[in-house]
């Protein structure tokens, strides 16, 4: 049994608009396959397929306002109301009194205590490292919760050997952050290779921040790229993906992207998607961005 968590930064379940909603404008044939040929929008939030289940999921987390990363992925990756704790929704890091619960309490912590195998497969330039050493707090929940667990962030060294994955798929920008070695890939083999990586893996996760910077821009063009970006890792990461014995998850922490005609984030609620063993068990268990973390370590 291996868990492989995708998790999408500002993707909401929209309106039935092309105009406003850009997953209604892209090609995303994956997506659609998976989830039989159908695609969410609010009068149609609950899809299941032969191939996945996907369920609508409350961001607002009963707290006034409109969600945030920081309080969001807090919620998301440890199983606690950030957005409650601190009394508001916060972002794009999280604030610094949440910290002890995401030291404590995040997933890869969590796997690592039951004696699991745990990859945070996004990779990062050198200069993101020299970011970190100078002593900044402003890092978002993931690579937060790595620093503080002992997980170690993959460099350009594993992203070279095909053991990490760039966060635009491609790595076409890796030049331009000072590592001119690492050649371009297909956003199809950088699918190849996350599923190479979990295999090797109890708990695998993979963030995609670009569908929330494209949902603040409120480009369409740059919307469906960054979904059609996605979908192409997707299929190829589906391409190898063993079922019988694998659970990909495919969640977000708030909306943006789904509804171009505001800048900010939304209050709609965000898709999860569930395909793979125990997927139906997994969906059961989750309202709320809370019950993500206890679901998933429920199955093991």
Same mark, same amino acid.
């Given at each position: 049994?291996?868990?492989?968590?995708?998790?999408?930064?500002?993707?909401?379940?929209?309106?039935?608009?092309?105009?406003?909603?850009?997953?209604?404008?892209?090609?995303?044939?994956?997506?659609?396959?998976l989830l039989g040929d159908s695609l969410p929008?609010?009068?149609?939030?609950?899809?299941?397929?032969?191939?996945?289940?996907?369920?609508?999921?409350?961001?607002?987390?009963?707290?006034?306002?409109?969600?945030?990363?920081?309080?969001?992925?807090?919620?998301?990756?440890?199983?606690?109301?950030?957005?409650?704790?601190?009394?508001?929704?916060?972002?794009?890091?999280?604030?610094?009194?949440?910290?002890?619960?995401?030291?404590?309490?995040?997933?890869?912590?969590?796997?690592?205590?039951?004696?699991?195998?745990?990859?945070?497969?996004?990779?990062?330039?050198?200069?993101?490292f020299d970011y970190t050493s100078s002593g900044?707090?402003?890092?978002?929940?993931?690579?937060?919760?790595?620093?503080?667990?002992?997980?170690? +962030?993959?460099?350009?060294?594993?992203?070279?050997? *095909?053991?990490?994955?760039?966060?635009?798929? =491609?790595? @076409?920008?890796? &030049?331009?952050?000072?590592?001119?070695?690492?050649?371009?890939?297909?956003?199809?083999?950088?699918?190849?290779?996350?599923?190479?990586?979990?295999?090797?893996?109890?708990?695998?996760?993979?963030?995609?921040?670009?569908?929330?910077?494209?949902?603040?821009?409120?480009?369409?063009?740059?919307?469906?790229?960054?979904?059609?970006?996605?979908?192409?890792?997707?299929?190829?990461?589906?391409?190898?993906?063993?079922?019988?014995?694998? +659970?990909?998850?495919?969640?977000?922490?708030?909306? *943006?992207?789904?509804?171009?005609?505001?800048? =900010?984030? @939304?209050?709609? &609620?965000?898709?999860?998607?569930?395909?793979?063993?125990?997927?139906?068990?997994?969906?059961?268990?989750?309202?709320?961005?809370?019950?993500?973390?206890?679901?998933?370590?429920?199955?093991?």
């Amino acid at each position: 049994m291996r868990v492989i968590l995708l998790f999408l930064d500002g993707v909401g379940i929209g309106r039935r608009d092309p105009h406003t909603n850009p997953f209604l404008a892209a090609n995303i044939p994956a997506l659609k396959g998976l989830l039989g040929d159908s695609l969410p929008f609010l009068s149609n939030r609950r899809i299941h397929s032969s191939e996945a289940i996907l369920v609508p999921v409350n961001a607002t987390l009963g707290v006034p306002g409109l969600p945030q990363s920081g309080t969001g992925q807090t919620a998301i990756f440890t199983g606690v109301n950030g957005a409650k704790v601190f009394g508001r929704h916060f972002g794009p890091h999280p604030p610094t009194v949440l910290r002890p619960i995401i030291e404590s309490k995040n997933i890869f912590r969590q796997f690592k205590n039951r004696g699991k195998a745990v990859c945070f497969a996004n990779a990062f330039p050198q200069r993101f490292f020299d970011y970190t050493s100078s002593g900044t707090r402003r890092l978002t929940v993931t690579t937060l919760a790595c620093m503080l667990t002992g997980v170690p +962030l993959l460099t350009a060294k594993e992203l070279g050997r *095909n053991e990490g994955i760039s966060a635009d798929f =491609t790595r @076409t920008k890796w &030049p331009e952050l000072g590592h001119p070695e690492i050649q371009p890939v297909t956003s199809e083999e950088a699918g190849h290779h996350l599923w190479h990586i979990a295999e090797n893996h109890d708990f695998t996760l993979f963030e995609y921040w670009l569908t929330d910077h494209a949902g603040h821009g409120q480009k369409m063009k740059s919307a469906t790229d960054a979904l059609e970006n996605f979908d192409q890792f997707l299929a190829g990461f589906l391409e190898k993906f063993q079922a019988r014995d694998s +659970l990909v998850i495919i969640v977000s922490d708030h909306g *943006n992207l789904e509804d171009l005609s505001v800048k =900010t984030h @939304t209050r709609n &609620p965000v898709p999860c998607i569930a395909a793979g063993q125990h997927a139906h068990e997994f969906v059961s268990l989750v309202r709320n961005l809370t019950h993500i973390t206890p679901a998933i370590l429920k199955l093991f």
